[in-house]
């Protein structure tokens, strides 16, 4: 049974920083792209990172620089560093993991951003 579980959400002040982890099981973690979504209130889902089976990290626009996606394939896990949050940030952060033509979701952690 494939489970995707994140966590590390919270309420922090502007200029903050978090790290969300997803832990997963069920799949073969090494061989899935793993992907951070976020989507915050009244918003449509976002993508915010990826990261490849090489490592190859990919981000949007708005969080380069800011925001650092990793993994550990011999933990099953990927993780999100989060500097320098902005109250924009604010959103239910999801884990989307992508293997072959299967795509599996989390059921997401909430960051809370105040000014």
């Known amino acids: 049974q494939v489970q995707v579980v994140e966590s590390g959400g919270g309420l922090v002040q502007a200029g903050g920083s978090l790290r969300l982890s997803c832990v997963t099981s069920g799949f073969t973690f090494s061989k899935a792209a793993m992907d951070w979504y976020r989507q915050a209130p009244g918003k449509e889902r976002e993508w915010v990172a990826t990261i490849g089976t090489f490592y190859n990290a990919f981000y949007v626009e708005s969080v380069k620089g800011r925001f650092t996606v990793s993994r550990d394939n011999a933990e099953n896990t990927m993780y999100l560093q989060m500097n320098g949050l902005r109250p924009e940030d604010t959103a239910v952060y999801y884990c989307?993991?992508?293997?072959?033509?299967?795509?599996?979701w989390g059921q997401g952690t909430q960051v809370t951003v105040s000014s």
């Open positions: 989307n993991a992508r293997i072959l033509r299967d795509s599996y």
